[in-house]
């Protein structure tokens, strides 16, 4: 068993005026990479998040078929919500989880579990996340922020209330603005002693850069972006 991490499909099966081919050569076929490497790394027991970006499709019916896609890879697959994710009624979670069970798992106002093979049971919290990108006002960034640390609290409290100790965390936007040594959210990873952040968002060379990686404070950073792993999930722990 192992538990894996990538985000940024980008899927656009019913959408293709959407491709993602224009944004260079890194996503040309970037679905055939997926599978590949998928059907390479990943084993039936093992348990991928995608860390949000999942489809173009802004309603259930018009990405079916990106859903199929990410049904049909192996291992257990556990979704965040990203900012393209309209599909995704952020109140109609449970709806999701009651739609796609067993083969898809949505993480919002929720956590999961994953079993390590030193034995340490790990709660997998996270929610969308948020950072400042200068496209927004303050007043607005501040609201959305707000919001969205109020949803990976309750993926705390309800983890905590239920016992667990040990937390790996998810973000599908980074953990700090451009600039930020801290924000909600990477204080919140050191008050409750998280493992790992993983997260997504960021594209191109020119983004890779934007927020943590590596370990700081205590707190092992990972980004996760499709493009930034070439489509290759990465492995946080066995």
């Known amino acids: 068993m192992a538990l894996w991490a990538i985000g940024d499909f980008h899927l656009s099966f019913q959408v293709p005026e959407k491709s993602m081919d224009i944004f260079g050569k890194v996503w040309v076929n970037h679905e055939k990479k997926i599978v590949k490497h998928f059907n390479k790394l990943v084993k039936p027991?093992?348990?991928?998040?995608?860390?949000?970006?999942?489809?173009?499709?802004?309603?259930l019916d018009n990405c079916k078929e990106d859903m199929d896609f990410i049904k049909a890879l192996?291992?257990?697959?556990?979704?965040?919500?990203?900012?393209?994710?309209?599909?995704?009624?952020?109140?109609?979670?449970?709806?999701?989880?009651?739609?796609?069970?067993p083969d898809l798992y949505f993480l919002q106002n929720n956590y999961y579990t994953y079993k390590a093979k030193d034995g340490i049971c790990y709660a997998l919290v996270g929610t969308k996340g948020y950072c400042y990108e200068g496209l927004d006002t303050i007043e607005h960034y501040e609201k959305i922020m707000k919001r969205e640390v109020e949803r990976l609290q309750t993926s705390f409290d309800m983890a905590v209330?239920?016992?667990?100790?040990?937390?790996?965390?998810?973000?599908h936007y980074p953990p700090?603005?451009?600039g930020e040594q801290e924000s909600l959210f990477t204080i919140m990873a050191e008050k409750y002693n998280v493992r790992d952040v993983i997260y997504s968002h960021c594209h191109g060379i020119d983004r890779f850069d934007?927020?943590?990686?590596?370990?700081?404070?205590?707190v092992e950073y990972?980004?996760?972006?499709?493009?930034?792993?070439?489509?290759?999930?990465?492995?946080i722990i066995d």
Do not use: C, Q
């Open 45 to 59: 027991e093992d348990t991928v998040v995608i860390t949000g970006d999942h489809t173009w499709g802004h309603r």
């Open 74 to 101: 192996p291992g257990r697959k556990i979704l965040l919500r990203g900012n393209h994710d309209m599909f995704w009624n952020a109140k109609r979670t449970d709806r999701l989880n009651e739609m796609f069970n």
């Open 161 to 171: 209330a239920d016992g667990y100790k040990n937390f790996i965390m998810f973000l």
């Open 176 to 178: 700090t603005s451009i």
């Open 210 to 218: 934007d927020s943590f990686k590596g370990n700081v404070n205590g």
């Open 222 to 235: 990972w980004l996760v972006s499709g493009d930034y792993l070439k489509f290759k999930p990465v492995k």
